[in-house]
Nanobody, 115 residues
């Protein structure tokens, strides 16, 4: 059974940091690329960051220089380190795994940036 389980979300003050984790199971982790998406209320889902099977990375313009995506193939886990958080980063963050035409999604984790 395929599972992507996100964790690490929560409430943080502006300027703070959080690290999201996405634990994967039920498929060959090392064969998949991964992305983090987010969706704020009333807005479309947007790409935050992506990482390929060989570690190539890309980021959305709004998070460049603040967020870092990484993966640990030994732990079947993908991470999103989020620094210098802003109120506009508030959203539900989703983990996505992709290979060819196959995609899997997690259930999401809420991140709220507020004082």
């Amino acid at each position: 059974q395929v599972q992507l389980v996100e964790s690490g979300g929560g409430l943080v003050q502006p300027g703070g940091s959080l690290r999201l984790s996405c634990a994967a199971s039920g498929f060959i982790f090392s064969s998949y690329g991964f992305c983090w998406y987010r969706q704020a209320p009333g807005k479309e889902r947007e790409l935050v960051a992506g990482i390929t099977t060989v570690g190539g990375r890309n980021y959305g313009d709004s998070v460049k220089g603040r967020f870092t995506i990484s993966r640990d193939n030994a732990k079947n886990t993908v991470y999103l380190q989020m620094n210098s958080l802003k109120p506009e980063d508030t959203a539900v963050y989703y983990c996505n795994a992709f290979w060819m035409f196959t995609q899997y999604w997690g259930q999401g984790t809420q991140v709220t940036v507020s004082s």
